[in-house]
């Protein structure tokens, strides 16, 4: 066992077994035992936050529009749920406050902004509403100025700049290196990385950013053996579609 705890964060929420970003895979991942979820979040034309991945409401939901142009209203009579299976026939795009609502005492919610600082004011009431603990809520994006703005706005909440890895295809190196991450948190004020697994996360990369003072999180693991190699170096969590059945699977982590 590791001696640092390693959170597992359901991805989409529970979304190997039920569709993602719907209430039904974020009241099974609390069933599984999930630590946390992780959502992907827009702002809709009429200023509502909802949880949905891509820009279009199409792979998901069936209909192509764009939720930044979409209302509410619009995207409520879509069904998220049946191209994962009939039996989740019904399931609807979620707004933030009944996603929020579900997070139970102890447990954590890792919020993407998919969108723009213009999620901002309305990110803001949603979260005062909600009753979580500051410390229940972390803010994630690929975008830079989304990360120093929730800083701006929520200092209290972590943030964490979420990162791919890409390689030089004539040196081979890969970028962005630990050093050039941790200039990138400093600047944008985040606290800590949330990366897509690689095997350029080893110790010494784990080391770089520990004697920075920064976080750790990775994404997306499915894989025990992955999931075991990243436990032992003590990242702080790891985002699975399959947090239940990982978990059984490291026993004593
Ligand atoms: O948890 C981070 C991860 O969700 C980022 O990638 O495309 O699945 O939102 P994506
Ligand atoms: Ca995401």
Redesign the pocket.
């Known amino acids: 066992m590791n001696k640092h705890t390693t959170a597992f ?1 359901a ?2 929420g529970a979304s190997h077994d039920a569709p993602e970003n719907t209430m039904a895979a974020f009241n099974l991942a609390w069933q599984q035992d999930a630590d946390g979820i ?1 959502g ?1 979040f827009r702002l809709t034309k009429d200023g509502v936050i909802v949880c949905v ?1 891509d820009a279009s409401a199409k792979r998901t939901a069936g209909l192509d529009i764009n939720i930044a142009e979409a209302s509410l209203a619009e995207l409520r009579r879509l069904d998220a749920g049946c191209w994962k299976g009939d039996q989740w026939r019904g399931a609807g795009i979620p707004v933030i406050d009944e996603v929020l609502e579900s997070v139970p005492a102890g447990k954590r919610i ?1 919020i ?1 902004i ?1 969108c723009g600082v213009e999620i901002f004011p309305a990110l803001n009431k949603a979260l005062a509403g909600s009753g979580l603990d500051c410390g229940q809520v972390a803010i ?1 994006a ?1 975008d830079t100025a989304v990360i120093i703005e929730a800083k701006k706005k929520f200092p209290r909440i972590k943030t964490f700049w ?1 990162t791919n890895f890409t390689e030089d295809k004539n040196t081979g190196a890969v970028k962005p290196s630990p050093d050039e991450i941790v200039a990138m948190l400093e600047k944008t004020g985040a606290d800590g990385v ?1 990366c ?1 697994e690689h095997a350029v996360v080893d110790q010494q990369f784990v080391q770089i950013l520990r004697k920075a003072h920064k976080e750790i ?1 990775i ?2 693991v499915d894989n025990v053996s992955a999931a075991r190699r990243l436990l032992d170096m003590g990242v702080d969590s790891l ?1 699975t579609n399959r947090a239940g059945w990982l978990k059984q699977q490291i026993p004593g982590r």
């Open positions: 964060i991805h989409r992780e992907d991945h890792f993407e998919k994630i690929f979420l949330d897509r999180h994404w997306t985002t």
